[in-house]
């Protein structure tokens, strides 16, 4: 599959422009490679997108909910860096979620992504439809955790964030593949099936990193 592990963070954020560079060389070399440092963390990527609102997407990858919730997380999360405490104070227009995967389909990972927020209380919709096209490579859905998302830790209290509760994430090859992914999303019919969408947005790949103890 393309995913690693049954749970994942993801991390929506804007930098504001004197952060930028500095969030550049904490995330690369320090914060990316601690959070893999954690047991149970299997992989993190960082994606940026041109017109995205949030520019930013982060998605660390983990064996289960149980590493997420644990308390070797809470305590790096209870205890950030110095270099850490400075980067988030420059972190906008954030949303962080913990989640449990509720469903993922294909083999490949994509340089390109779609992210979807949405509110519902029903099931998710089929797009699978989707994956007939050859770029178009894994479609993943997946649930907050509500309780674990909202943890007030002294990482978290240092950032406003909001917590998307349901998410659809798009993987491709091609930036026409995923740009079409995106206008059938935008024409879908979200109101006659519950669901209220909330931001869709485009990225790229910038950094994918393994942890250390899946190398080989």
């Keep these: 599959m393309s995913l ?3 749970a994942v963070v993801l991390i929506w954020n804007d ?3 004197e952060g930028r560079e500095g969030f550049y060389a904490w995330h690369d070399k320090e914060h990316i490679p601690e959070r893999l440092s954690i047991d149970g963390f299997l992989r993190g990527r960082r994606y940026r997108g041109d017109d995205a609102s949030p520019e930013w997407l982060t998605v660390y990858e983990a064996r289960d909910l149980s590493v997420l919730t644990g308390d070797a997380y809470l305590e790096r999360l ?3 860096t110095p270099l ?7 972190f906008r227009n954030t949303a962080r979620s913990i989640c449990s995967i509720e469903s993922t389909q294909g083999e490949s990972t994509g340089a390109y992504v779609l992210t979807m927020q949405m509110r519902m209380e029903k099931h998710f919709p089929s797009f699978d439809a989707l994956l007939a096209r050859g770029d178009v490579l894994a479609i993943h859905r997946f649930i907050a955790d509500e309780t674990a998302s909202n943890v ?3 990482e978290a209290k240092a950032r406003a964030f909001t917590v998307p509760s349901h998410i659809v994430v798009i993987e491709a090859a091609t930036r026409q593949g995923i740009d079409i992914c995106r206008e059938t999303l935008d024409t ?3 109101e006659r099936h519950g669901i209220t969408a909330d931001r869709c947005n485009v990225y790229t790949l910038e950094i994918t990193r393994l942890s250390k103890s899946l190398h080989f």
């Design 152 to 154: 007030r830790t002294e």
């Design 4 to 6: 690693m592990g049954k």
């Design 15 to 17: 930098v504001t422009q």
């Design 188 to 190: 879908f019919d979200w």
């Design 84 to 90: 850490t405490q400075a980067s988030v104070k420059d």
């Design 78 to 80: 209870n205890n950030p």
